[in-house]
């Protein structure tokens, strides 16, 4: 497989449950990136990833905690979401963390629905 | 922080016209790239061009970095260019995304 996968493609949680999303590069890349887009807004940074060391937090509430365990593989762990989550979340990555001649890739994203 | 505006927010074109997308920015930037999102929300990468010209098929872009915008061309339009075009600029090692434009191509 190539490219960048997410799994789930689409998921529906109660505000109680605890759920996990995971993305995985097969693109030899050193950053992975989690975006979160909503309906009618742009596209939101959540987190970055360079060399499995989180980077950047976007004042991303707790309740999303996010695992690199090595540069191919990035986790975004939910617990105790609200109906205002709901949206699309993306995964990206790059060769490093983006720069002059460095290109970003997405996965199909998993769309969440919190009910 | 940098901003990314777009131009138009949303576009309708019956199948076979030409279109320009516009991308303005409001700083210096080493890296832009243009995505197209397709109906399933999958972000396709259609174009890394921080300057100059490029162009794939049907589709061309053009950056002019010291007036700080960005086009994208799209010629001969098909159905399956609907979808919503993202401009992202590199801001302190991010990308920083516009709000898109949406494109509508009829049959």
């Known amino acids: 497989e190539t490219g960048v996968t997410q799994t789930p493609r689409h998921l529906v949680m109660g505000m109680t449950n605890k759920k996990s999303l995971k993305c995985e590069q097969h693109l030899g890349h050193n950053a992975m990136y989690w975006y979160k887009q909503s309906a009618k807004k742009p596209l939101e940074l959540m987190f970055v990833?360079?060399?499995?060391?989180?980077?950047e937090n976007n004042s991303v509430p707790s309740r999303f905690s996010p695992e690199c365990p090595n540069s191919s593989h990035l986790f975004l762990h939910l617990h105790t979401l609200q109906p205002e989550d709901s949206a699309l979340y993306l995964c990206a990555s790059s060769q490093e963390v983006v720069a002059l001649g460095v290109e970003q890739y997405f996965g199909p994203g998993t769309r969440l629905t919190v009910t | 922080g940098i901003q990314v505006e777009q131009s138009p927010p949303d576009l309708i074109l019956q199948e076979g016209a030409n279109s320009t997308l516009r991308c303005n920015f409001s700083d210096s930037v080493n890296n832009l790239q243009w995505f197209h999102q397709n109906p399933w929300g999958q972000l396709i990468n259609l174009f890394y061009?921080?300057?100059g010209t490029k162009q794939n098929g049907r589709l061309s872009a053009t950056t002019v970095a010291t007036e700080r915008y960005s086009l994208l061309y799209i010629s001969s339009s098909q159905t399956t260019d609907s979808g919503v075009y993202f401009c992202a600029v590199e801001s302190g090692y991010k990308l920083s995304f516009g709000a898109g434009t949406t494109v509508t191509v009829r049959a």
């Open positions: 990833y360079n060399f499995k060391e989180q980077t």
């Open positions: 061009i921080p300057s």
